[in-house]
C-alpha cells in the first residue's frame, strides 16, 4: 500500500545547478530552504521515535537492544535516533534511507527566474530518499564539493559565466562536532572572499542534507504548469492528498519519476550558453 505524498513546494529565487545540485547521480538540497530540510528530518524522528516506543518500550529495552531492534526498519546509522529517544548523549551523525514515507520537494520559478521563463514552471521536483547530516555529507560526497578555482577568479557574474556541472557542488560546509563551521568552500554562495556567517548559520539551522535518487531536473527547460500557482507567497507549501490535493500534473511526473524516466533534463537556467552537464 503506497504511503500518503506529502509535497513541499517553494519559489526558487535562482537556479545555478548549486541549490539544488542535481549531479552525480543524486539531487541535493544541502543549503538553502533550512525549515523545509529542518521539517522533513523532524517529522522523521518523530515516526521513527513512535515506532520505537511502540516496538521496543523505552523502559524495558537496553540501549544495545534497542540499535538490534531499531535495524528492522532503519537501513543505516540510527544512533543519534536512540539517542534522541532515550535521551542519551547526543552523536550529531545520522544517515538513514527513508523506506515507508513519501516526502518530495517541488522548486517552481519565482518572480526573477520568470523573467526567462514561464512563471511557476516546474524547475524541479524529487522524491527524498535518504537525509544526511552536513558531518557525514561532508565526508561521503567528495564529488559534491565545487571546484574553488573557477570562484578565484574575477567574474562579473559568476553564474551567467559558468560552463561546468563541476563548479555547482553544495558540499560546502566542514563543521566540526558543536555544528561550528570549520572550512567552507567558495562557490555560488560564497564567491571569493564572501563568506557570511549569517547565511551560514541559516543553512546549518537546516540540520540535514536531503538526498534523492529519484528525482527530475528541468533547469532551463522547465516544465510549464499553466495556471498552477502555489497557495501563497509564503517561505513554502505544504501539499498532501487529504488536506491540500497534489495537481494531477504534478502527481503524473511523481508516478514517471517513480519508473526511474531520465534524471537530469535541462542546463541550469543562470549558467553560461556553454555550460555541459555530466
Same mark, same amino acid.
Given at each position: 500500500?503506497?504511503? %500518503?505524498?506529502?509535497?513541499?513546494? #517553494? &519559489?526558487?529565487?535562482?537556479?545555478? @545547478?548549486?541549490?539544488?545540485?542535481?549531479?552525480?547521480?543524486?539531487?541535493?538540497?544541502?543549503?538553502?530552504?533550512?525549515?523545509?530540510?529542518?521539517?522533513?528530518?523532524? /517529522?522523521?524522528?518523530?515516526?521513527?521515535?513512535? &515506532?520505537?516506543?511502540?516496538?521496543? @518500550?523505552?523502559?524495558?529495552?537496553?540501549?544495545?537492544?534497542?540499535?538490534?531492534?531499531?535495524?528492522?526498519?532503519?537501513?543505516? *546509522?540510527?544512533?543519534?535516533?536512540?539517542? +534522541?529517544?532515550?535521551?542519551?548523549?547526543?552523536?550529531?551523525? =545520522?544517515?538513514?534511507?527513508?523506506?515507508?514515507?513519501?516526502?518530495?520537494?517541488? @522548486?517552481?520559478? @519565482? &518572480?526573477?527566474?520568470?523573467?526567462?521563463?514561464?512563471?511557476?514552471?516546474?524547475? !524541479?521536483?524529487?522524491?527524498?530518499?535518504?537525509?544526511?547530516?552536513?558531518?557525514? #555529507?561532508?565526508?561521503?560526497?567528495? %564529488?559534491?564539493?565545487? /571546484? *574553488?578555482?573557477?570562484?578565484?577568479?574575477?567574474?562579473?557574474?559568476?553564474?551567467?559565466?559558468?560552463?561546468?556541472?563541476?563548479?555547482?557542488?553544495?558540499?560546502?560546509?566542514?563543521?566540526?562536532?558543536?555544528?561550528?563551521?570549520?572550512?567552507?568552500?567558495?562557490?555560488? /554562495?560564497?564567491?571569493?572572499?564572501?563568506?557570511?556567517?549569517?547565511?551560514?548559520?541559516?543553512?546549518?539551522?537546516? %540540520?540535514?542534507?536531503?538526498?534523492?535518487?529519484?528525482?527530475? !531536473?528541468?533547469?532551463?527547460?522547465?516544465?510549464?504548469?499553466?495556471? =498552477?500557482?502555489?497557495?501563497?507567497?509564503?517561505?513554502?507549501?505544504?501539499?498532501?492528498?487529504?488536506?491540500?490535493?497534489?495537481?494531477?500534473?504534478?502527481? +503524473?511526473?511523481?508516478?514517471?519519476?517513480?519508473?526511474?524516466?531520465?534524471?537530469?533534463?535541462?542546463?541550469?537556467?543562470?549558467? /553560461?550558453? *556553454?555550460?555541459?552537464? %555530466?
Amino acid at each position: 500500500m503506497r504511503k %500518503e505524498r506529502k509535497l513541499y513546494a #517553494y &519559489k526558487m529565487t535562482h537556479d545555478t @545547478g548549486f541549490a539544488p545540485n542535481p549531479y552525480f547521480g543524486v539531487c541535493t538540497l544541502a543549503c538553502c530552504k533550512p525549515r523545509i530540510r529542518r521539517g522533513i528530518a523532524n /517529522h522523521l524522528k518523530a515516526c521513527c521515535k513512535n &515506532k520505537i516506543k511502540a516496538e521496543v @518500550g523505552a523502559k524495558s529495552w537496553s540501549k544495545a537492544d534497542c540499535m538490534a531492534r531499531c535495524n528492522e526498519y532503519l537501513s543505516s *546509522e540510527h544512533i543519534s535516533m536512540i539517542n +534522541d529517544v532515550f535521551d542519551l548523549s547526543h552523536n550529531d551523525k =545520522f544517515d538513514w534511507k527513508i523506506e515507508d514515507e513519501e516526502f518530495w520537494v517541488a @522548486g517552481f520559478a @519565482g &518572480k526573477y527566474l520568470s523573467k526567462k521563463i514561464a512563471p511557476n514552471s516546474l524547475v !524541479y521536483l524529487m522524491k527524498v530518499t535518504d537525509i544526511m547530516s552536513f558531518t557525514t #555529507y561532508w565526508e561521503s560526497f567528495k %564529488e559534491k564539493r565545487p /571546484h *574553488e578555482n573557477f570562484f578565484l577568479k574575477q567574474h562579473k557574474n559568476p553564474a551567467l559565466e559558468n560552463k561546468s556541472y563541476l563548479n555547482c557542488g553544495d558540499n560546502i560546509y566542514d563543521i566540526n562536532d558543536k555544528n561550528e563551521v570549520k572550512r567552507v568552500l567558495r562557490s555560488f /554562495h560564497y564567491v571569493q572572499d564572501t563568506f557570511d556567517k549569517s547565511t551560514a548559520d541559516k543553512d546549518l539551522s537546516g %540540520e540535514c542534507v536531503l538526498l534523492s535518487r529519484k528525482y527530475r !531536473y528541468f533547469g532551463e527547460d522547465a516544465l510549464n504548469m499553466g495556471n =498552477f500557482e502555489l497557495k501563497s507567497d509564503m517561505n513554502h507549501n505544504i501539499y498532501n492528498e487529504s488536506d491540500s490535493p497534489i495537481p494531477t500534473k504534478i502527481k +503524473d511526473i511523481m508516478d514517471d519519476i517513480e519508473a526511474g524516466t531520465e534524471s537530469v533534463i535541462g542546463r541550469p537556467i543562470q549558467c /553560461h550558453s *556553454e555550460f555541459k552537464g %555530466e
